[in-house]
Nanobody, 124 residues
């Protein structure tokens, strides 16, 4: 079992920056692909970014490419999402997720473990 806990959400103005982080605990000695998803009110959950263990294989949704960066600190069992040039449409609950294995997947159904989510609100 793996437990995930997100932190760092909040309110930010358009064009601003924010970092959300996720700390894993439990069976962290296994290889996990880590992903960030988000869900806005009335919308389906969507993938934002994902990374393999070493960070050599990453995925970004087109809507965040060039603005968001996923990074992992495996020594601290932490994965972060650095968000720049935030837009109103980035407002959502952001979830951290983990899946066993090496393959970077973009479907939420492929992920085994989930955090509770953290709210990110972009508003002037």
């Amino acid at each position: 079992q793996v437990q995930l806990a997100e932190s760092g959400g909040g309110l930010v103005q358009p064009g601003g920056s924010l970092r959300v982080s996720c700390t894993t605990s439990g069976r962290t000695n296994s290889n996990y692909v880590m992903g960030w998803f988000r869900q806005a009110p009335g919308k389906e959950r969507e993938v934002v970014a994902a990374s393999n263990l070493s960070g050599t294989n990453t995925y970004y949704a087109d809507s965040v490419k060039g603005r968001f960066t996923i990074s992992r600190d495996n020594a601290k069992n932490t994965v972060s999402l650095h968000m720049n040039s935030l837009k109103l449409e980035d407002t959502a609950v952001y979830y951290c997720a983990a899946r066993s294995g090496f393959r970077v997947e973009t479907e939420s159904s492929e992920y085994d473990y989930w955090g509770q989510g953290t709210q990110v609100t972009v508003s002037s």
